[in-house]
């Protein structure tokens, strides 16, 4: 950094002050960690995604800049006229000689404000035990009725729908609906919620709604929302927002989920999985049943041999009762097989039918045999001017060579 400790000033290039004073402003700790409110202006976002504008109150402007690493990470879409609060680090922009703020977090005006209420309340509803976890009931793990409380209009809805249909159509899903955002917002919640609980009885309630800001989703803040979610009767999965997404409902629910797709995939099985379960009990069952067959082979072989060995009668009587009922279920077991069997041979002869000549010649292909029946293989049977017969697949005809046959290959 360049002294004025001397007695005479020294004469400075126009760079080097302006990078005295850059090196001046960055080395001050409070303004590389600060928050600027103001209204945008002049934004414009470059071909390199870097994002430029500035920020203006009633008597000045500063430059800004969002590089773009952090523009990527915004969830709003900035316009001339926002009022924001920008935080980040000042800095000098030294080819023109202008201070710029570099912007590394965006919120809207008044988004601070807010996060302090909702600490607040976050501290009052965490002391009256509502994100207690000894509160949380498990989800059930197959749900026959799915309740939703979200806007009918919403992407969230769509999105739970989309989801159950692929994961778990049998589900039957019933909406409560109500708006997820605005004034009226908290009071149309609280009432789907007591419909769902009075009236409906699902297995288990989805509370859903896409992202937004912080003021977006501030209905889910709202104290007497929370307390409905807390005290429901029936559990309830919140899929509110997007991943970073946090209300105060996802604390008081019985499980959080990032989305609303993920809280239908966390009240709904997956079949696929299902049928997987269901293919590898048929499989175990079947070794199940060669084992029975077997044993009751073995029995029965036994129970024959005591048989011929023991002649008084109640014994023969009793061994004879003993022999139906193993042959009883031994029929019903051969029974069974039979079917395999024969599905297995109506199978293969599905397969045999596709090897059948005639397919064959249906697709092009002719058999070439002489007038005497024999086959043509190769084209060293062939002669000048000899009679053939063609056959295709739907006729024969007769034909001559009228061309010398070309040979390939080795004599």
Known sequence: MISFDQLTPPVLQVSQLIRFL????????????IWIAGEISNYTRAASGHL?????????????????GSALRLRMNLRDGMAVEAHGAVSVYEARGECQLVVDALRLA???VLFQEFLRRKALLESEGLFDSS??????????????????????LQDILNTLERRYPLAELILSPATVQGDQAPNQIIAALK?????????????????????????????????????????????IG????????????????????????????????????????????????????????????????????????????????????????????????YEIQLAHLTNLDGRLAALDPQTVLRRGYAVIRTEDGLTLRSIKQVNLDQQIQVQISDGEFCAKVNTHPAKHGRD
């Open 52 to 68: 430029y504008f500035t920020l203006k109150d009633q008597t000045s402007s500063l430059k800004c800049v969002i590089w773009k």
């Open 242 to 337: 997007h991943e970073t997404d946090f209300t105060l409902c996802d604390f008081a629910a019985d499980l959080r989920a990032p989305t609303p797709t993920a809280a239908a995939e966390q009240v709904s099985p997956n079949i696929a999985d299902y049928l997987d379960r269901l293919c590898k009990m048929v499989e175990s069952l079947s070794v199940a049943v060669n084992q029975s067959l077997t044993l009751i082979e073995d029995t029965i072989s036994a129970s024959t041999d005591r048989l011929m060995r023991v002649s008084p009668r109640g014994q023969i009587e009793n061994n004879a009762r003993r022999l139906d009922e193993l042959s009883s279920r031994w029929l019903i077991a051969i029974r069974h097989a």
């Open 22 to 33: 850059r090196e001046l402003i960055e080395s001050e700790q409070v303004l590389q960690d």
């Open 110 to 112: 008044g988004e601070g």
């Open 135 to 156: 509160r949380k009931r498990s989800i059930p793990e197959i749900s026959a009725r799915i309740g939703v409380v979200t806007s009918p209009t919403g992407a969230a």
């Open 195 to 239: 419909i769902q609980n009075q009236k409906i009885h699902p297995d288990v309630i989805i509370l859903a709604r896409g992202g937004g800001s912080l003021e977006d989703l501030w209905a889910f803040n709202d104290e007497e929302v929370v307390r409905a979610v807390a005290f429901s009767p029936i559990p309830i999965v919140t899929g």
